[in-house]
C-alpha cells in the first residue's frame, strides 16, 4: 500500500509533463506551416520556413559563428579547466579552497549581473563584438562546470590505481595510456559536451557583448523573436532541438546523462 | 543554464606528493588568467562604476557620487521594479515548488526501470535554449495560439484571452522554464525518504494527508529550501522570459539593467540596480542558511 501511487496522482504528474516539455513540443507542428504568421492550427502546411531559414543570411552566418565559438571554448575550457582541476585535486598548497571557490564562484552571479560586468570591462579593452571577447566570456560560464566535473571524476582515480601499475613495470606513458586517460574519459567527454552546450546556448552575456558583425546564433533568434512573429523560428527550434537530442542521445548511450549531469 | 549549488569535498589530497611551484603555477595559470579577466576585474569595476557620477549620452566622468543609489531610491519606479522581481520570484517559486514536488516524489517511487528515463525526460529541457522554450510559450499563449485558438473554435470565448504580453505570460513561462532545476534539488533532497517511515506512520493510524504532512514534508524539507533558494534567485535575475513574453510590458530589475545599458547606455544606474539585485541575493542566501540551519 505504501509507495503505490494513486491513479489521480498519476495523471496530475502526466499533466505536469504535459505542461513541462508542450513549449518543445508545439514548435515541431508549427515549424510546417506555410502561413506567414503564427497561427494554430496553421492553415496550410508545408516546408516553407524550413527554405526560409536555409536562405536567411542572418542565421546561417551566426550558426557558423557559434560552431566556431562553442568548438574553440570547448577546447579552451578543457585546457584550462583540466589542469586546473587537477592541482586542485592532487596537489597541497596554500589557499587551496579560495582558489577553489574563486574559480566556480562565476557560477553563483546571475548572468545578467555577469554580462553587464564584462561588458563593461570588454568597452575598454575593445573586446565587444570580437571573436577573443566572446571566447573569453564563455569560457567563464563554462570552466566553473568542467572543473567541478573534473574534480569528481579525478576522485574516482587515486593515485594508488597509478601507483600500482608504475610498480607492475609500466612506464610512465604507459601508465597515462592505459590507466589515466581510460578512467578519466567520462569526465573529459561529460565537461566537452556540457562546453558546447553551455557555449552554444549562451545569450544573456552573449547579449552585452556582441557587436554587429558578430552575432551568435541564440543573440540572433532573440533578436528575431523580439521583431518577427513568423514560423520560422519554429523551424529554426525544431533544428536546434533535434542536434541537442542527438547530443543527448550519444552521451547517455556512452556514459549515461544522469550520471554526467547529476552531479 | 546557472548554479548547482552544494559544496564540494576537496580535503582528501594525498600530502606525499612533492610540490613543485613552477608546476603548480603552470597548471593553474590558464584558469586564473580567465578568471582575472571575465570575473575578477569585471566585478570589482561594476562596483566601481556603480559609484561613478554619469553625464547624459553615457558619457563617464571621474568624480565618485553616491548619486547613482541616491536616485535609485528616491524613485518610485525603482520600488516598483523591486517589487514587481519580488513578488514574481516569491509566486514563481511557489508554484513551481507545486509543479515539482508531484514529479520529484513519482520520480522517487517509480520503479528503477522507469526512473532513468523519466529523469532524463525532466532535465533534458534545461539543455534546450530558454530562447526556443519561451518562444513555444508564445505559440500557445499568443492571441491567435493554441489556447485562443482551441477556446475560439469551440466556441467558449468571441475574442482571444490576453495571456502574453503581459505579468501573466511572464509567470507561465518562468514556472515551466524553472521547474527542472526545482526537481534536480528536491530529487537530490529525497534520499533521506524511506517507506519504512510511512509504514511506520501508517501501522500507528496516521491517514493519507496526515503522513504527508507529518513524514514526507518534514523529510523533504532542505531538498525544498535548496530548490526554493535556486528558483528565487534565478527568477529574480532572468531576463530572456520576462523580455519576450512580458513584451516590454512588464518591468523588472533584470529587464531595467538590460534597458539602462544597451538602450540607454546609462551604465552607472544599470551597475547600481545590478549591486542592489547581488544584495537582494546576498539576503536570499543568508535566509537560506538560517532555515537550513534549524533542520539539523
Known amino acids: 500500500m505504501i509507495g503505490q501511487m494513486s491513479i489521480p496522482f498519476r495523471l496530475l504528474v502526466a499533466c505536469i509533463y504535459l505542461f513541462l516539455l508542450a513549449p518543445i513540443l508545439i514548435v515541431l507542428p508549427l515549424s510546417f506551416s506555410n502561413d506567414s504568421y503564427i497561427t494554430f492550427p496553421p492553415e496550410s502546411w508545408g516546408f516553407r520556413w524550413y527554405g526560409a531559414m536555409f536562405s536567411h543570411s542572418g542565421f546561417i552566418n551566426a550558426l557558423g559563428i557559434s560552431l566556431t565559438i562553442a568548438v574553440t571554448v570547448t577546447v579552451l575550457s578543457l585546457a584550462a579547466g583540466v589542469p586546473a582541476a587537477f592541482a586542485i585535486r592532487r596537489r597541497r598548497f596554500f589557499g587551496r579552497e579560495l582558489v577553489l571557490n574563486l574559480f566556480t564562484a562565476p557560477l553563483l552571479l546571475p548572468s545578467i549581473v555577469l554580462g553587464l560586468a564584462i561588458l563593461l570591462v570588454f568597452v575598454q579593452a575593445r573586446l565587444l563584438g570580437t571573436y577573443t571577447g566572446l571566447i573569453i566570456a564563455h569560457l567563464i560560464i563554462t570552466t566553473p562546470y568542467v572543473i567541478r566535473i573534473m574534480l569528481t571524476a579525478f576522485s574516482t582515480l587515486p593515485p594508488s590505481v597509478e601507483d600500482a601499475a608504475t610498480m607492475l613495470g609500466a612506464a610512465p606513458f604507459t601508465v597515462v595510456r592505459r590507466i589515466t586517460l581510460p578512467m578519466m574519459m567520462p569526465g573529459f567527454i561529460a565537461s566537452a559536451a556540457l562546453s558546447f552546450l553551455l557555449s552554444f546556448d549562451e545569450v544573456v552575456i552573449s547579449l552585452f557583448i556582441t557587436g554587429p558583425r558578430l552575432r551568435t546564433l541564440p543573440v540572433e533568434i532573440f533578436d528575431y523573436v523580439e521583431s518577427q512573429t513568423d514560423p520560422m523560428t519554429a523551424a529554426v527550434s525544431v533544428v536546434l532541438v533535434a542536434a541537442t537530442l542527438l547530443i543527448i542521445f550519444v552521451i547517455e548511450r556512452t556514459l549515461g546523462l544522469s550520471r554526467t549531469i547529476g552531479k | ?296
Open chain 2, 1 to 296: 543554464m546557472a548554479a548547482i549549488i552544494s559544496p564540494i569535498a576537496i580535503a582528501d589530497a594525498p600530502t606525499r606528493r612533492k610540490t613543485f611551484p613552477f608546476l603548480l603555477i603552470a597548471l593553474l595559470l590558464p584558469m586564473a588568467v580567465i578568471n582575472f579577466i571575465a570575473f575578477i576585474l569585471p566585478v570589482i569595476r561594476l562596483g566601481m562604476i556603480s559609484f561613478i557620477e554619469s553625464r547624459s549620452g553615457g558619457v563617464l566622468t571621474n568624480n565618485y557620487t553616491l548619486e547613482n543609489y541616491a536616485n535609485f531610491f528616491t524613485d518610485s519606479f525603482s520600488f516598483e521594479l523591486v517589487a514587481n522581481s519580488l513578488l514574481l520570484g516569491f509566486g514563481v517559486t511557489l508554484i513551481t515548488l507545486c509543479c515539482a514536488y508531484p514529479i520529484a516524489l513519482f520520480l522517487h517511487r517509480v520503479s528503477p526501470k522507469w526512473r532513468n528515463m523519466l529523469f532524463v525526460i525532466t532535465v533534458s529541457p534545461l539543455l534546450v535554449s530558454s530562447v526556443v522554450r519561451t518562444y513555444g510559450w508564445m505559440v500557445i499563449l499568443g492571441d491567435q495560439g493554441v489556447v485562443n485558438g482551441i477556446l475560439m473554435s469551440s466556441g467558449v470565448i468571441d475574442s482571444p484571452l490576453r495571456l502574453t504580453n503581459n505579468t501573466l505570460g511572464v509567470f507561465i513561462g518562468m514556472v515551466e522554464v524553472l521547474i527542472p532545476y526545482m526537481a534536480l534539488s528536491l530529487i537530490a533532497g529525497f534520499g533521506r525518504l524511506e517507506n519504512v517511515y510511512e509504514e511506520a506512520a501508517a501501522s500507528l493510524g496516521a491517514n493519507s494527508w496526515t503522513r504527508f504532512r507529518r513524514v514526507i514534508l518534514p523529510l523533504t524539507a532542505p531538498g525544498i529550501a535548496l530548490g526554493c533558494l535556486l528558483c528565487f534567485v534565478l527568477s529574480i535575475s532572468s531576463f530572456i522570459t520576462p523580455k519576450l513574453l512580458g513584451g516590454g510590458r512588464v518591468f523588472l530589475l533584470a529587464t531595467e539593467i538590460y534597458d539602462q545599458a544597451v538602450i540607454q547606455l546609462e551604465w552607472p544606474t544599470a551597475a547600481a540596480i545590478s549591486v542592489i539585485v547581488l544584495i537582494i541575493f546576498g539576503l536570499a542566501l543568508a535566509v537560506y542558511s538560517r532555515v537550513v540551519k534549524r533542520f539539523d
